[in-house]
């Protein structure tokens, strides 16, 4: 399986910005799409981006968040504006739902990132 591992969490103020990544094992990123999800509490899809950089946003983020990827360095980032408290939970990235079940796109969850928005 290829390893993903989430960093660049911290805390920031309500309204401030923060950019978290996600580096892959393996070239993943050239053949499954990806995603970023939180834990609040349960696993909530946040963002998706295809192979060819089609992306998908939740309507609690659409217009704060964006999702990106650089497949040369095997990193998804997701840029996060405008914060808000409730934005705070842990992130994951993971392969997308629609290539979850590839046996090409078997990827292992990180550990995830935490981002805390504070008033």
């Known amino acids: 399986h290829v390893q993903l591992a989430e960093s660049g969490g911290g805390s920031v103020p309500a309204g401030g910005s923060l950019t978290i990544s996600c580096v892959a094992t393996g070239k993943i990123l050239d053949r499954c799409g990806m995603a970023w999800y939180r834990q609040a509490p349960l696993k909530e899809l946040v963002s998706t981006i295809t192979v060819d950089g089609t992306t998908t946003y939740s309507d609690a983020v659409k217009g704060r968040f964006t999702i990106s990827q650089d497949r040369a360095k095997n990193t998804l980032y997701l840029q996060m504006n405008s914060l808000k408290i409730e934005d705070t939970t842990t992130y994951y990235c993971?392969?997308?739902?629609?290539?979850?079940?590839?046996?090409?796109?078997?990827?292992?969850w990180g550990p995830g990132t935490q981002v805390t928005v504070s008033s």
């Open positions: 993971a392969v997308a739902p629609g290539d979850y079940s590839s046996p090409s796109c078997a990827a292992s």
